[in-house]
């Protein structure tokens, strides 16, 4: 067969994946920039910088106790990016490219080839995902992984084969690599028999080769682990997941008081980025099409399992913690869609199901890319990348203005806040390798100038850079200090300000 005939014979695949491929970069790359960075876009931003030039520290990210492998991406392609968060930001984009070829296989395999299609086409328009596929944060990366376990999941139970076993070791690793959430996926393979067939007459010998199979995979996740036994600073992932979410211990003092609010909260924020439309589908894929059930229960576990271990346990909730287990929602109603089209009859019905399916997607999405404070989105989110003080804006304009006052000699930056605070990292980040610039973060804040900054003034301009909690401005309100810019973030009443020191 010669080319042509096999162009001819794939056309359609091939202008369908093209279509989708043009439209995930375009929904990803434009105005990728637009969003300020965020506090924990800038604490990793700046880890990938320190492990890209100092092997010493490729672990640095246990420090704060979260895993290292997105770091290890990022470090890798601030090499052919000029902006250190946009290098972030690409990582995320590619492992977003991944999901959505993730979900084809997932919905195919599990039902056929159009349910597929459509779950990656959900995927592209999906409003959580364009928010975080966007974003120098972890979880793209987190349901990248847990997409492709998923589908490895479902062929080690329904071909047990040692191959298949080692790819889900591989991928399993990379999930616990990336955050805490990964050994969900470990957690969750005995819903695997879902789809196992308990008819054949060998099952029982098949069910005891799939175990050791499933067995081979755990122990390559957790040999790949083992990896951060290299640092020192294991340990501190333990004691950092305990910031979010109670121990056991912590837990039996207060079994479920937390549980209702927490559960509310979580499907709040499900609801409002799935849409009432996708949420419709999705009961619709239980009650209104009954077939496939095992099918369709195996999907719901490893949404529903995590959640209420979520509701259960979750000290300190983010919108973020639940977009990996959203993925195999966007499967169920791929399937409820996919059901309807085969029963509506002309192309013009066909495209206004659709049109129905994602209106309130594509709404959200134009927000998202053009007006990103008034979008239609969780206000936690909201709060967190535009409207409040963990976001970045107006940092952008402040790291220019200092730029260019460091042309004309050396200057002093002191900004407010160590670990994790925006002017301190944002400095970091992008004004580190100015030889022109001295610069300290000072925390705590005291209610008196630092001495040595007035020292600093008979020497050279000092600047202070504020853009974090109020009560830092609180605290600097008696200092010799004047306003020099000020940027107001979203439509909140959080500013990022530029302040001199007077002497």
Known sequence: MNLLAILNKYRIDIFTWSSFI???????????MSLPIFTDEAIYTRWSQIARFDPNWRFISLTDGKQPSFVWLDMVVMRFTQDPLLAGRLVSVSAGFATMIGLYFLGRTLFNKKVGLIASLLYIFYPFALVYDRMALYDSLVAMFYTWSLVFIIYLVKYIRLDIALILGMILGGGVLTKTSGFLSIYLLPFS???FNFKEKKWKNNLLKWAGLALISVVLAYGYYSILRLSPFLHIIDEKNTTFVYSFSEWLSHPFNFVQGNMRGLLDWAVTYLTAPLVLLIFASFFAFRKSLKEKL???AFFIVPLLG?????RVLYPRFILFMTMPLLVLAAFSLDNILQRVKTNIAKTLVIAAALLLFLRADFFILTDFKNAPIPYRDLEQYINGWPAGGGINKIIEI???EAKNGKIYVASLGTFGSLP?????IYLGENKNIEKEGIYPVPSEIPQSLLEKTKTMPVFLFVSNQQEFEEQIKT???SLLAEYEKGIGKSYSRLYRVTP
């Open 310 to 314: 979520l509701a259960l346990f979750g």
């Open 424 to 428: 301190t990292y944002s400095v970091e």
């Open 193 to 195: 028999l879902f789809l």
């Open 479 to 481: 200092w010799p200090i």
């Open 402 to 404: 200092l730029e260019n």
């Open 22 to 32: 043009v439209l995930y970069f375009a929904t990803r790359l434009y105005n990728i």
């Open 298 to 300: 195996f999907l719901f």
